[in-house]
């Protein structure tokens, strides 16, 4: 009787370890050697699954979590563009990640953990036996996660150097994503069947932009001042009306906007005429400009220079010697505001006729 328990218990013990193989090699089937053609599948994950019907990918950007750490988030959807059928329900069991094979080194090592966990199954470095010569994964499996749990969970890995430093420890080394920037890793997300493995990638956040400097402003608020100085006996008085201030107003404004063009300088309020700003012997029109290029202002100086003369032929009517300007000084100068003298130009012209003798009676 007691042999017979020891032989049921024998039987016993050998259908629970042989059942256990076999679930063994159910799981790692494709990577043992025996059961694949070697090359035979040229494209990750390395073997036949549907790469685009599934629920769950990365989350397009991983972060750096300091001692050789990097972190992923796990994206659930189940719309029609990501899923149909069995795929959009089927639990997350494992994660495989296409990495290089130097990565695989005797000692170095990956610690998984989800939400801060450690995975059930500790993270493998493997060969891709059905995989081109050089092809190798990263595999993260017995996740146990379903749609709801695996919403945004997180999943860092730890890489780890043998005892000889040797191994990768950033995921630029470790991650093999080829048309993608360095340090982007490329993840298949497998059921239980493995017939459903969608393909994603997850790359490193880009850097922010560089602050935006805002340009260097100089504004410059200039005036355009013609002055006609009576003579001390002003025995014929000439003084500008309205419709003549206006008309001085606007050939200077046009002249000063076109030399701003010219000169390539930003205009914030273009020259005007401004009725309010004519005087009985004085007119005045103003622009304001930004004068931050020293260059523009150097040329749009020499300019407004070389049109002065043009200035007092305007404001005395087309010529200086005008009878009704005789023995008048036309001055045509520039006014600043006090902080900033951007332009700094006066040009005078005076016109004394000769006389006309009386005439002889003789």
Not at 159 to 186: D, H, I, Y
């Amino acid at each position: 009787m007691a042999s017979f328990a020891k032989a049921a218990f024998i039987l016993a013990t050998a259908l629970a370890v042989g059942w256990a193989l076999s679930a063994h090699a159910q799981e790692y089937n494709e990577y043992d050697p025996s059961a694949v053609t070697p090359g035979s599948i040229p494209n990750f994950p390395f073997r036949n699954c549907n790469t685009t019907n599934g629920a769950y990918r990365l989350a397009p950007v991983w972060r750096p979590s300091g001692s050789n750490t990097y972190c992923f988030k796990i994206q659930v959807s189940q719309d029609a563009l990501s899923c149909t059928g069995a795929c959009c329900s089927a639990d997350l069991h494992k994660i495989e990640f296409n990495v290089s094979s130097s990565c695989l080194v005797a000692g170095a090592s990956v610690v998984a953990t989800v939400n801060g966990v450690r995975t059930r199954v500790g993270a493998a470095l493997d060969k891709a036996p059905a995989g081109p010569v050089g092809s190798a994964v990263l595999r993260l499996t017995q996740l146990g996660l379903d749609t709801t749990t695996a919403q945004d969970a997180e999943v860092c890995l730890t890489l780890k150097t043998n005892r000889g430093g040797q191994g990768c420890t950033t995921l630029e080394q470790l991650c093999s994503s080829p048309g993608f920037p360095a340090g982007t890793c490329t993840a298949a997300m497998f059921d239980v069947a493995c017939d459903c493995c969608p393909v994603s990638q997850a790359g490193q956040a880009l850097p922010p932009p560089p602050p935006v400097i805002p340009p260097v402003l100089r504004p410059c608020d200039v005036c355009i001042a013609a002055t006609i100085v009576p003579p001390a006996n002003d025995v014929r008085p000439y003084r500008y009306d309205s419709a003549t201030c206006a008309a001085i107003q606007q050939n200077i404004a046009n002249a000063m906007n076109s030399l701003l063009g010219g000169a390539n300088i930003n205009v914030f309020s273009p020259f005007a005429p401004n009725a309010s700003q004519c005087f009985d012997t004085q007119i005045i029109t103003c622009g304001r400009f930004n004068g931050s290029d020293t260059d523009a202002l150097a040329n749009l100086t020499e300019a407004v220079q070389q049109q002065l003369s043009a200035f007092i032929g305007v404001a005395s009517g087309g010529n200086v010697c005008n009878p009704k300007l005789e023995k008048y000084t036309v001055t045509v100068s520039t006014i600043n505001n006090v902080a900033d003298q951007c332009l700094d130009l006066s040009q005078s012209a005076s016109c004394f006729l000769p006389g006309v003798p009386f005439p002889n009676c003789t």
